[in-house]
């Protein structure tokens, strides 16, 4: 286990916890949606990977739980977390938490999408336990497992087609 324990950058691998808790927490029946808000939207630079929400769309969660997963949308993670915890500092909170008692020795989190901080790190160490965490959702292994999904349309926003950014998924 060479650097197992060598503290790095997160990135989107945040997703993979930010998705783990929004299962854990949130309905995924045909009607649970979540409504995108000002701070939701807006907290997350536009340059970022992002599938352009817009404040006061209404979007299903299982399609915002899809375009964190596979697009790796920055804008999806911070809706998921606010629909799961009411803010995103209760969610990042919850985050912390979720690590400790999963056995995380090396892991802080600052927020639900992975964009840089100095103080939002983990180890690979605390990644596989993470990532074992998460794959005892049969949504999760469907989701990270789908190479094309189409969100349905919104209030807000036409039909979008999302493509899995793990290339072994998509080889022509």
């Known amino acids: 286990a060479k650097n197992h324990e ?11 916890m930010t998705a783990a808790i929004a299962l854990e927490k949130l309905e995924l029946d045909a009607n649970a949606t979540a409504t995108i808000s000002a701070v939701g939207n807006d907290v997350v ?20 739980l899809h375009a964190t997963l596979l697009a790796g949308a920055n804008d999806a993670a911070n809706v998921l977390a606010e629909a799961a915890s009411g803010s995103i500092e209760n969610f990042v909170k919850q985050m912390n938490e979720k690590a400790t008692a999963l056995g995380c020795k090396n892991t802080h989190y600052d927020n639900p999408h992975g964009l840089d901080s100095d103080t939002h ?39 979008r087609t999302l493509t899995n950014t793990n290339f072994m998924l998509n080889k022509v």
Do not use: C, H, M, W
């Not at 352009?52 to 299982?62: A, M, N």
């Not at 596989?128 to 349309?153: G, H, M, Q």
């Open 121 to 159: 790190y983990s180890t690979a160490e605390d990644i596989a336990i993470i990532a074992k965490a998460a794959l005892k959702y049969d949504e999760f292994k469907t989701i990270v497992s789908t190479a094309r999904y189409t969100l349905p349309a919104t209030n807000q926003n036409k039909e």
């Open 6 to 16: 060598k503290q790095e950058t997160l990135s989107g691998i945040t997703k993979v």
């Open 45 to 64: 630079p536009r340059d970022t990977i992002n599938i352009s929400l817009v404040e006061g769309e209404t979007v299903d969660i299982k399609s915002l």
